[in-house]
């Protein structure tokens, strides 16, 4: 055989063989993906014991909406996790004491991803409280003093507001929905559209895929190795052990206060945050809780 033969014939070999491996590959591939995407989409689903009915088509196609998009915002999702090891245990012994079911701590998650955030609007803390509905709801809210900010303060004034609603609407996903879009919003729709079901009515965007973002975050959540998220335990953020000082006074420096507790004032603000200025006015006398960590700072 000549050289250039031999050559032409190498050549053809290799090329044969490199698409032999690349259609085998991408082959298995796609195998994989179908494979996941099938195991991924759950058979029952409910919120807070009320079934969400998946044989209703805009039903199942709204939730499989919210849970792809979950499943691929990695990060949040993934802090979320991690964050819920100590929110969790703080939210969830007050949602039990108020009769709350337990699904509602993942309204926390969608509402502010268990972290103390201020939404353009002006909501804030992991329950995104406006001002108004906060003072009415029993917070405090100052300049100097805003309890939006403590988890306890505000997951109690959230269990307040979900009782109302319940009491309202007779529905806990009609409840966690008026969360979104107000009790007057949702019940003007119930009147308008004579339907008492929250996947039956047609509300706005917001509301209409807040119940399924919900959803979504508790179904990740409680299988999170399902759906490729697999976070080794010391990975989880926890809690620090801490003690509580009642004071019934200003304190005129937080940074002097902080340091006589053997801590500085970054630590003393992380630990409560409701704290708002350099300083605690307290002129009637109310009986105020800090926060001293023991260890971790």
Not at 212 to 235: H, Q, T, V
């Amino acid at each position: 055989m000549k050289p250039i033969n031999k050559i032409i014939l190498l050549v053809t070999v290799i090329f044969a063989s490199g698409i032999f491996i690349f259609a085998t590959t991408n082959d298995a591939k796609g195998k994989d993906v179908k494979a996941e995407i099938s195991y991924s989409f759950p058979v029952k689903l409910d919120f807070a014991g009320e079934e969400t009915p998946l044989k209703i088509s805009d039903v199942k196609e709204r939730f499989d909406r919210e849970l792809l998009v979950n499943v691929n915002l990695h990060a949040s999702t993934i802090l979320a996790i991690k964050r819920a090891n100590r929110a969790f245990p703080v939210i969830e012994p007050i949602l039990k004491k108020n009769g709350i079911p337990d699904d509602f701590k993942y309204l926390a998650v969608i509402e502010s991803g268990l972290v103390n955030v201020v939404s353009p609007a002006g909501a804030r803390g992991v329950w995104q409280f406006m001002p108004e509905t906060a003072k009415e709801r029993g917070m405090e809210v100052t300049e100097n003093v805003d309890q939006r900010y403590d988890l306890e303060k505000s997951t109690e004034a959230a269990c307040s507001y979900f009782l109302s609603a319940k009491g309202k609407f007779g529905s806990w996903t009609l409840a966690a929905a008026s969360y979104n879009g107000g009790m007057s919003g949702v019940n003007k729709q119930i009147g308008i559209q004579k339907v008492s079901n929250y996947y039956d009515l047609l509300l706005t965007e917001e509301t209409s895929r807040y119940v399924f973002r919900i959803l979504a975050l508790k179904e990740i959540m409680e299988n999170p190795a399902k759906y490729g998220f697999s976070i080794a335990a010391e990975d989880l953020y926890g809690a620090l052990p801490t003690r509580k000082i009642e004071v019934d006074s200003s304190i005129t420096d937080l940074a002097e206060f902080a340091k006589g507790q053997g801590i500085n004032y970054k630590i003393l603000k992380i630990h409560n945050p409701w704290l708002r200025e350099t300083k605690l006015i307290n002129e009637t006398g109310k009986k105020y809780q800090i926060e001293i960590p023991l260890k971790g700072y």
